[in-house]
């Protein structure tokens, strides 16, 4: 099995900085994509940001220029800087690893959540 824990999440005011972590353990033998979606009350959960194996990111229109995703291979854990936040940046933030299991295990490849950590924007 994966696990994985999140951290970093809490109350911030607007304009301030929080950094999330995700860190996955387990069955692991390579890790291809890391995500961060985050999902507001009354609203579905969406894509906030990536990074592939070899690096490269992509970003939600809402958050570039703030946010910066970046991934420690050695420690299997993905990070979310938050910069400049806005009150509509309050969420729960998941993230979301596609796991290589290695060949003892089928499916090889699966995807796995984090529990969430709330992020809340507000003075």
């Known amino acids: 099995q994966v696990q994985l824990v999140e951290s970093g999440g809490g109350l911030v005011q607007p304009g301030g900085s929080l950094r999330l972590s995700c860190a996955a353990s387990?069955?692991?033998?390579?890790?291809?994509?890391m995500d961060w979606h985050r999902q507001a009350p009354g609203k579905e959960r969406e894509l906030v940001a990536g990074?592939?194996?070899?690096?490269?990111?992509n970003y939600a229109d809402s958050v570039k220029g703030r946010f910066t995703i970046s991934r420690d291979n050695t420690k299997n854990t993905v990070y979310l800087q938050m910069n400049s936040l806005k009150p509509e940046d309050t969420a729960v933030y998941y993230c979301?690893?596609?796991?290589?299991?290695?060949?003892?295990?089928?499916?090889?490849?699966?995807?796995?959540w984090g529990q969430g950590t709330q992020v809340t924007v507000s003075s």
């Open positions: 979301n690893v596609v796991v290589d299991r290695g060949s003892r295990y089928w499916p090889r490849i699966r995807a796995y």
């Open positions: 387990g069955s692991i033998f390579s890790i291809n994509a």
């Open positions: 990074i592939t194996g070899d690096g490269s990111t």
